[in-house]
């Protein structure tokens, strides 16, 4: 009989697939890690698991404990697929500009969710970031991963993300492009391409417009999961060679083409990525091989990408117009 132990056992070895249609003017192979397929659906599975063995091994989490974390949904569902396996509460705090259906996610989870303004600077009392911290410390037995500084986090990309793109690849890799939002995935599995390949992988971290990575003061998008206002101390600014910036309307754009014409549903910081990706492959030589990593997948964002009021409403005009079954109906 061919089964997993534990759901915890089927997170990491994601498939890439070849990108065939939204690649016009592009000469050279671009693959795209599936990381949706991992069981909580996210990239964010990965790091879970390493930082609760973590926390257990250095008694920071003990039995009975409570997780407590900053998460826009996808390291939730990670921390509380573990948390479950092993007896742990969790309690999550999000910005508000996060999808109702990633929060009902993580209710359903049986996680706990508390919601916190997104329109306030990292040291306002109501940030995502402070309201996490005063939980952790006066819930009893509370463990915060916190995500953005934990060195578990990009540890477990370089132990897993990194050698399963160089095997899949048979070490052909020439570019390695995520988007960057703890930096965790790029710190880790650009630190791993680099040393296996000898520094021949080029590494390019794509972040939104507006975020510090590229030299942005931390403005508001609405990519979510990517970006940051603060540096945080998971990224490590000497992995990646270029950092290229995307806006929401082009990473929305592709986000949605990825669905149509790859039939591949993901969230918009994958879109994001693909933009980033693209701009550098078409400069690129037909022999270059470019990994671009997928955080997550697009069904907690069936009501704000893939909605076309919603695009609407914020002015994206890829939103396409013509005559629709109805209209012929009508
Ligand atoms: N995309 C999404 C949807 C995410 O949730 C995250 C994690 N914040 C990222 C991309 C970026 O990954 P990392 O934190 O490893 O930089």
Redesign the pocket.
């Given at each position: 009989m061919k089964y997993a132990d534990s759901i915890v056992d089927l997170v990491g070895d994601t498939p890439l697939v070849k990108l065939q249609h939204v690649t016009e003017g592009v000469e050279c192979t671009v693959l795209v890690k599936l990381e949706y397929l991992n069981p909580g659906g996210?990239?964010?599975d990965r790091?879970a698991t390493r930082i609760i063995d973590a926390a257990e091994a250095s008694g920071e989490l003990q039995t009975g404990g409570t997780i407590v974390e900053p998460?826009?949904?996808?390291?939730g569902v990670g921390l509380a697929l573990v948390a479950q396996q092993r007896g742990y509460k969790c309690v999550f705090v999000l910005p508000d500009k996060v999808g109702e259906d990633k929060i009902d996610v993580l209710r359903a989870y049986g996680a706990e969710v508390v919601v916190t303004p997104t329109s306030v600077a990292a040291d306002s009392p109501e940030s995502y970031y402070s309201v996490s911290d005063r939980l952790a410390r006066e819930i009893p037995g509370a463990f915060k991963p916190n995500?953005?500084e934990n060195p578990n986090?990009?540890r477990s990309?370089y132990e897993t993300t990194g050698p399963e793109i160089w095997r899949d690849t048979d070490g052909r890799i020439t570019h390695f492009v995520?988007?960057?939002?703890?930096?965790?995935?790029?710190?880790?599995t650009g630190r791993y391409l680099r040393e296996v390949s000898e520094d021949r992988v080029r590494i390019v971290?794509i972040d939104p417009e507006g975020s510090v990575y590229s030299g942005g003061t931390g403005r508001p998008y609405l990519?979510?999961?990517?970006g940051e206002d603060i540096w945080?101390g998971?990224?490590d600014p000497t992995v990646p060679h270029e950092i290229v910036a995307v806006d929401d309307a082009e990473s929305f754009a592709m986000t949605r083409r990825l669905a149509r014409e790859e039939g591949i549903l993901v969230?918009?910081?994958?879109g994001?990525?693909v933009v980033g990706a693209l701009r550098i492959a078409r400069e690129l030589p037909a022999d270059a091989v470019m990994v671009v990593?997928l955080?997550?997948g697009g069904r907690?964002y069936l009501g704000k990408i893939f909605n076309d009021g919603w695009m609407r409403s914020y002015g994206f005009s890829d939103v396409e117009e013509g005559e629709t079954v109805a209209d012929v109906l009508a």
């Open positions: 996210s990239a964010k790091i998460t826009s949904g996808n390291t995500q953005y986090g990009p990309h995520a988007g960057v939002g703890t930096g965790g995935t790029i710190t880790g971290g990519v979510e999961g990517v945080p998971a990224y969230g918009g910081s994958s994001m990525a990593l955080p997550d907690g």
